[in-house]
């Protein structure tokens, strides 16, 4: 029966080597991002999005540019979008599967496929028509250009790519202006044998907002365990989005509580308030995005982490053993002849 066991060693060794690229495909794909190069431009427009001042009932009509300018032919796909803030902040366009709502619906610019060959340059006509009974404030959505087919990705490693353009159209409603902030719930995460942190926040005034976010973190003894500061980008009018905070270590499992602040001074909006937050245990590892690239200290004794640690060897050993029984051989009971 020995032969077996080199089958199931190479089994094994070959399953944990797949497992590791799994785990590291995101940081080594790399598509032929080069064989795309669109481009997607406001005409007529001082930046580089559609910056309209209009009144409820007013129709406007406009002009974007579309060019290719790549060295073949390329099937590509151009859309209107909702937009929504990402996390920490910052421009999200929606994509070409999912439903337009709210200001998108302004648009007359209907989805469309066009074959473009090397250096095409076209422009699309398109108009923008606010409701007669919208109020003041800021209104955005988005125009989209993208490769319809996905680019294949080289190599053994990689993920099939499309590359977006996109270019805001920002619709400003004169009247008043009515900042606000929201806080929501905390959660807790792993990533990379961190813990995160985030708390739920909600833009609900009519204009953008780039708030400084301070964030406390206790302990159920009130002892402070990490603090973090976070400069949002842009948070846009009417939409939810998250702040995330990455940590130094894991926390331990138990009760905590947040001390969160987030304002913009220059919009006059602030919001304040203490959140509970509960990390479970055994930790459960999450995938996440938008993260801010720096570290947060966590201050909790190295003594706090035993119990941590041991539960973590413990499932190592368990672990082991399961594996073990697998790969060794083991005896087989006697054929015995065939009898009636």
Known sequence: MGHHRPRRLR?????????????????????????????????????????????????????????????GEITARTYAADVYTIINGGFGGRLRDEPATGTTRWLDYPSDLLELAAGDRSYRSFSVTVPPERGPGEYITSLILENEVPIEAEGIVGADQVVRQAVG?????????????????????????????????????????????????????????????????????????????????????????IRFTMEDATQGSRATGTIP?????????????????????????????????????FAAVALGAVAAWFLLPRRRAPERPFSS
């Open 277 to 313: 937050l509960f990390v479970a245990a055994p930790l459960v590892a999450a995938a996440s995005d938008g993260l801010v690239p720096s570290l947060t200290e966590v201050n909790q004794d190295a003594d706090d982490q035993l119990p941590l640690l041991l539960a973590g060897l």
């Open 169 to 257: 159209v920002l619709v400003t409603i004169p009247g008043e202006r009515s900042p606000h902030l929201e806080i929501g719930l905390a959660s807790h995460s792993v990533v990379a044998g961190r813990s995160v942190v985030a708390v739920a926040v909600e833009n609900s005034g009519n204009v953008r907002l780039k708030p400084l976010v301070d964030l406390e973190l206790f302990d159920s003894d009130g002892d402070q365990v990490s603090q973090a500061r976070v400069q949002m980008d842009s948070f846009y009018a009417v939409t939810d989005t998250s702040v995330e905070v990455p940590l130094a270590a894991l926390l331990l499992p138990g009760e905590y509580s």
């Open 11 to 71: 089994a094994a060794v070959v399953g944990v080597f797949s497992l590791a690229l799994t785990c590291v495909a995101p940081a080594l794909a790399l598509g032929r991002s080069d064989a795309v190069d669109l481009a997607l431009l406001p005409v007529g427009q001082a930046a580089s999005y559609f910056d309209l001042t209009m009144q409820p009932g007013e129709t406007r009509s406009l002009e974007v540019e579309i060019s290719n300018n790549g060295d």
